[in-house]
């Protein structure tokens, strides 16, 4: 069975409605979440803790699932996204008794068949971003529940009258085994209601490309346990992020900067930094919930550079503080 969950609630009002309520001064469109599970908190498994079950994102391992047409409806934003943890360390080169993350990037594509080209495919996340896998014997640092990751696709990518297929896989060369790779996120089908067809698959046999050929893709039938891949919709809103009151101390050779954060559903915060103004980069790891701290090492804070804080809610709206400007230091 597929499920889909979707909330309308007008700001002000006690219940859910099918629309928001026209005298609202304000409305907030909940994000719709089409996956294999009626909720998509439910994907609990695998990604933060226990066995991993060998499910891991590789260079070699790709998942797929298949979800129905989306309903018809006016939106003006959609995402395709996955449940993702455990990330791998391994020990510094020049530290050994520091641990770094193995790094790599995991990607996501959607079409209508089983078959994935290129222009399909999309950047989620990199592991540096994936929340690590602690160790028994030594400190981790970024150890944390599995997360979902979120890429925004153009609407068009999305079919209101075909099957929607995701996959998801890794093209770096090292994530070849579950010791070594991210790891994602599953739930039971026995949460989620008997379903005759198999939606879901397992695909062994890729190398670093998610399969080109439909006929070669559904591999391995997955009927007793879904992956954690979803498409997410939004509707039009008039919902705003603010941020607010950017700071930045001295703290021996390192800086902490610090913002606050306005608004509803706020799933990640950062700091950005530019040179110019115009192109903005992301600097900061990302922070899920306040406070809004964040440690910059040395080479994070070059005077002359540009800083500011930034947010963003479950509907993908971003706000910006103002722009603080890295002093140089006094000659």
Same mark, same amino acid.
């Given at each position: 069975?597929?499920?889909?969950?979707?909330?309308?609630?007008?700001?002000?009002?006690?219940?859910?409605?099918?629309?928001?309520?026209?005298?609202?001064?304000?409305?907030?469109?909940?994000?719709?979440?089409? $996956?294999?599970?009626?909720?998509?908190?439910?994907?609990?498994?695998?990604?933060?803790?226990?066995?991993?079950?060998?499910?891991? &994102?590789?260079? *070699?391992?790709?998942?797929?699932?298949?979800?129905?047409?989306?309903?018809?409806?006016?939106?003006?934003?959609?995402?395709?996204?996955?449940? &993702?943890?455990?990330?791998?360390?391994?020990?510094?080169?020049?530290?050994?008794?520091?641990?770094? %993350?193995?790094?790599?990037? !995991?990607?996501?594509? %959607?079409?209508?068949?089983? @078959? #994935?080209?290129?222009? =399909?495919?999309?950047?989620?996340?990199?592991?540096?971003? %994936?929340?690590?896998?602690?160790?028994? =014997?030594?400190?981790?640092?970024? !150890?944390?529940?599995?997360?979902?990751?979120?890429?925004?696709?153009? %609407? $068009?990518? !999305?079919?209101?009258?075909?099957?929607?297929?995701?996959?998801?896989?890794?093209?770096?060369?090292?994530?070849?085994?579950?010791?070594?790779?991210?790891?994602?996120?599953?739930?039971?089908?026995?949460? @989620?209601?008997?379903?005759?067809?198999?939606?879901?698959?397992?695909?062994?046999?890729?190398?670093? !490309?998610?399969?080109?050929?439909?006929?070669?893709?559904?591999?391995?039938?997955? *009927?007793? &346990?879904?992956?954690?891949?979803?498409?997410?919709?939004?509707?039009?809103?008039?919902?705003?992020?603010?941020?607010?009151?950017?700071?930045?101390?001295?703290?021996?050779? *390192?800086?902490?900067?610090? #913002?606050?954060?306005?608004?509803?559903?706020?799933?990640?915060?950062?700091?950005?930094?530019?040179?110019? =103004?115009?192109?903005? =980069?992301?600097?900061?790891?990302?922070?899920?919930?306040?406070?809004?701290? #964040?440690?910059?090492?040395?080479?994070? &804070?070059?005077?002359?550079?540009?800083?500011?804080?930034?947010?963003?809610? @479950?509907?993908?709206?971003?706000?910006?503080?103002?722009?603080?400007?890295?002093?140089?230091?006094?000659?």
């Amino acid at each position: 069975m597929i499920f889909l969950v979707c909330a309308l609630l007008a700001l002000g009002a006690g219940t859910a409605s099918a629309q928001p309520t026209p005298a609202a001064s304000s409305t907030t469109a909940l994000p719709l979440y089409l $996956s294999l599970s009626p909720n998509i908190n439910d994907f609990m498994r695998f990604a933060s803790g226990g066995p991993d079950s060998n499910w891991y &994102i590789g260079f *070699n391992n790709a998942w797929i699932v298949k979800l129905p047409a989306a309903p018809m409806g006016d939106y003006t934003r959609a995402y395709i996204g996955a449940k &993702i943890g455990r990330a791998k360390t391994r020990p510094n080169a020049n530290k050994p008794w520091l641990r770094e %993350i193995i790094d790599g990037k !995991v990607y996501m594509a %959607i079409s209508q068949s089983p @078959s #994935f080209a290129s222009e =399909q495919s999309y950047f989620l996340a990199a592991a540096s971003d %994936i929340p690590a896998e602690p160790d028994p =014997q030594t400190f981790v640092e970024g !150890v944390g529940e599995a997360q979902w990751f979120w890429s925004e696709v153009p %609407i $068009s990518a !999305v079919s209101f009258t075909r099957a929607n297929y995701l996959i998801i896989w890794s093209p770096t060369k090292y994530f070849v085994r579950a010791s070594s790779s991210p790891i994602l996120a599953a739930a039971s089908a026995e949460d @989620s209601g008997a379903s005759p067809e198999t939606r879901a698959w397992n695909n062994h046999s890729i190398t670093g !490309v998610p399969p080109r050929n439909g006929a070669a893709a559904l591999e391995t039938p997955l *009927n007793t &346990i879904y992956p954690a891949l979803a498409i997410k919709l939004i509707s039009p809103n008039d919902d705003e992020i603010s941020v607010a009151d950017f700071s930045l101390s001295r703290v021996g050779r *390192n800086a902490i900067a610090q #913002f606050a954060v306005g608004g509803d559903d706020v799933i990640e915060a950062w700091v950005e930094t530019s040179r110019d =103004q115009l192109d903005w =980069q992301r600097l900061s790891k990302l922070r899920r919930e306040p406070p809004y701290l #964040f440690t910059l090492s040395p080479e994070k &804070i070059a005077p002359g550079n540009f800083l500011r804080g930034a947010a963003m809610d @479950s509907s993908g709206n971003v706000g910006h503080s103002e722009t603080f400007a890295i002093p140089y230091a006094p000659r």
